[in-house]
């Protein structure tokens, strides 16, 4: 595969076409053209051409793409032949929220460890885990191979918990605190932030409500 750049609005549509191939493998079927795949997306046949053609076209034109060899490339684009290794660091209600979210190991993501700086939390079995002391963090991350950090903590504390997190080892933190990292740029953070989407659905009811009143 070629070398290139690809935009970050290529990559964010990536997981989408990964999901709704997903649920085409496992429905069995196993051809499907752009267009098939543009009518149960949403998206046009000529913007999923275009986004494939970034990794080579991955099909045969006229011929449709393999749905099992499509999804097995982009789960390789987007790492997910490989296993990886988490941590929560926050064990409050979203940081037990995502322990709880089984569907994240389906996917290869393996949530080994919980920590929080609580002392009352200590102990306390969440799923399979239980929660830890910080102080137990650095020996843990390095005997298990950990490679992700789930932060769900106050954004006051995030900043210097994502330091101590990247003095440790860690390549890649899923930034729940409303607060921008200061991280080197080899240390890949995805922040979240719910209310963005939140604030994308209220624009769109506005904007539906304007464009035809009384609806
Ligand atoms: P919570 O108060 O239930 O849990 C926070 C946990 O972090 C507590 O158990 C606390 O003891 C622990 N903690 C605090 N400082 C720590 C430190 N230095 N090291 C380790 N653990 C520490 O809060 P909740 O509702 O779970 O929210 C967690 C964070 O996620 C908050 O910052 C909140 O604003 C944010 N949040 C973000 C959302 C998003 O869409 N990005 C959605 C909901 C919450």
Same mark, same amino acid.
């Given at each position: 595969?070629?070398?290139k750049e690809?935009?970050?609005a290529?990559i964010?549509?990536?997981?989408r076409?990964?999901r709704?191939?997903?649920?085409?493998k496992d429905?069995?079927?196993?051809?499907?053209?752009?267009?098939?795949?543009s009518d149960?997306?949403k998206?046009?046949?000529s913007q999923?051409?275009?986004d494939?053609?970034?990794?080579?076209g991955?099909?045969?034109q006229?011929?449709g793409y393999?749905?099992?060899?499509l999804y097995?490339e982009?789960?390789?684009?987007?790492?997910?032949?490989?296993?990886?290794n988490? #941590?929560?660091i926050?064990a409050?209600n979203?940081?037990? @929220?995502?322990a709880?979210?089984?569907n994240f190991? +389906?996917? %290869?993501?393996?949530?080994?460890g919980?920590?929080?700086?609580?002392?009352a939390?200590y102990?306390?079995?969440?799923r399979?885990?239980?929660?830890?002391?910080?102080e137990?963090m650095?020996?843990?991350v390095?005997?298990n191979n950990?490679? #992700?950090?789930?932060l769900t903590i106050p954004?006051?504390? @995030?900043r210097?918990v994502a330091?101590k997190?990247v +003095?440790? %080892?860690?390549?890649?933190?899923?930034?729940?605190?409303h607060?921008?990292?200061n991280?080197?740029?080899?240390i890949?953070?995805?922040n979240?932030?719910?209310?963005?989407?939140?604030m994308?659905?209220?624009?769109?009811?506005n904007?539906f409500?304007q464009e035809s009143?009384?609806?």
């Open positions: 595969m070629e070398n690809i935009s970050q290529v964010s549509r990536l997981p076409y990964f709704y191939l997903g649920e085409l429905e069995g079927i196993e051809r499907i053209s752009s267009q098939e795949l149960i997306m998206v046009t046949a999923i051409r275009q494939f053609n970034n990794f080579g991955f099909g045969q006229g011929y393999k749905v099992e060899y097995e982009i789960g390789k684009i987007l790492g997910l032949d490989k296993t990886h988490l #941590i929560i926050g409050g979203l940081g037990q @929220a995502l709880n979210y089984m190991e +389906r996917r %290869g993501f393996l949530f080994k919980m920590f929080d700086n609580n002392p939390l102990g306390k079995k969440i399979d885990m239980q929660v830890r002391p910080m137990e650095e020996q843990f390095k005997e950990i490679d #992700i950090a789930v954004k006051t504390e @995030a210097a330091e997190l +003095r440790n %080892g860690i390549r890649g933190i899923w930034n729940f605190a607060v921008d990292l991280v080197p740029k080899e890949q953070v995805e979240v932030h719910l209310s963005d989407s939140l994308k659905l209220t624009y769109n009811i904007r409500e009143p009384g609806c």
